[in-house]
């Protein structure tokens, strides 16, 4: 039976080295998991499934949740295209087969590996086990998917409708060198201008992105800044774009993960895994939250209403 990857989250209550686990490694896990499991609960199917589904994101609760997941069949590799549903099936109740959403899901193209997921919001109203059905339609050929989840009672990170930590991240202001600051080869000054606590209380929205370029083992970490770096350049006007790196001390690592100390202000957000992404609106209130990768044209449609 399929569990999700669980990523523990003691790296961010204690100073100990963060090692992620690349995302492309965690579908090539799951394609293992699904073929190696006995599943004793039912996800309707269509016949014999020729895919797989796997879950990209792990910090899922009850209420409405971005989904991000990958679809893989064992012939072909990962799915890029086709019109994509998700169906999701309340496991630990008595309406097992009964299905709770069916939600359109849009393909993300990934800058990397030439990868990507199909991303949807999904509504779990309990916690437990939940079935998830992707069925895909690619011209006359279509087929199906399935996976489960567990849901949680609680997020482990900030969640929709949180008020932002009011976080003192280092920037250039306070007279630190850059290299202090992020583990970005190639850094973009002004993301790194603000706190997180001056930017949230800048009166403007905010786009937090958490990442460490150089240390991101999923290569998306690099990916994401240069999304945001994009963005600051459109849309600074309005709104306010900082990177968080995840580590406090990034000059000191030089390859060394076992140097890697995580920023304690880092460490306040809980998160479970990285890169993370959040919106936080005029009033200091957390909109939207993407874990893992996150387009810039994704993130683009939920900065649309800032624009006005």
Not at 236 to 243: A, K, L, M, P, Q
Not at 285 to 305: D, M
């Amino acid at each position: 039976m399929y569990s999700p990857i669980k990523t523990h989250t003691l790296w961010l209550t204690r100073q100990v080295p963060y090692r992620p686990i690349p995302l492309l490694f965690l579908l090539v896990s799951f394609v293992v998991l699904f073929s190696c499991a006995s599943s004793t609960e039912s996800v309707p199917t269509e016949e014999k499934e020729p895919a797989r589904l796997a879950v990209a994101v792990t910090d899922v609760s009850i209420g409405k949740n971005r989904m991000a997941f990958g679809i893989i069949r064992p012939k072909d590799g990962p799915v890029s295209g086709g019109n994509v549903t998700l169906t999701t099936y309340y496991l630990d109740g008595d309406s097992e087969h009964i299905p709770q959403e069916t939600l359109e899901a849009t393909f993300r193209q990934w800058p990397v590996n030439q990868s990507g997921v199909y991303t949807t919001e999904a509504d779990f109203p309990y916690s437990g086990k939940w079935g998830l059905v992707a069925k895909v339609q690619e011209g006359s050929q279509s087929y199906s998917a399935s996976g489960y989840i567990e849901v949680k009672n609680k997020f482990s990170a900030p969640k929709v409708g949180d008020h932002s930590p009011m976080s003192q991240t280092k920037t250039i202001s306070n007279k630190n060198d850059i290299e202090s600051i992020t583990s970005d080869p190639n850094p973009y000054l002004p993301i790194y201008d603000l706190t997180v606590a001056e930017a949230v209380s800048s009166g403007m929205p905010s786009v937090i992105v958490f990442a460490t370029p150089a240390f991101c083992k999923t290569s998306t970490c690099g990916p994401q800044v240069d999304a945001i770096k994009s963005l600051h350049q459109n849309m600074s006007t309005y709104i306010n774009f900082i990177h968080v790196e995840i580590f406090d001390n990034p000059s000191e690592i030089k390859g060394d993960m076992d140097r890697a100390m995580v920023s304690p202000e880092v460490r306040k957000w809980n998160l479970p895994s990285e890169p993370w992404t959040f919106i936080i609106n005029r009033e200091g209130i957390i909109t939207n939250r993407f874990e893992g990768f996150t387009t810039e044209e994704e993130l683009k449609e939920s900065l649309e209403i800032y624009l006005d």
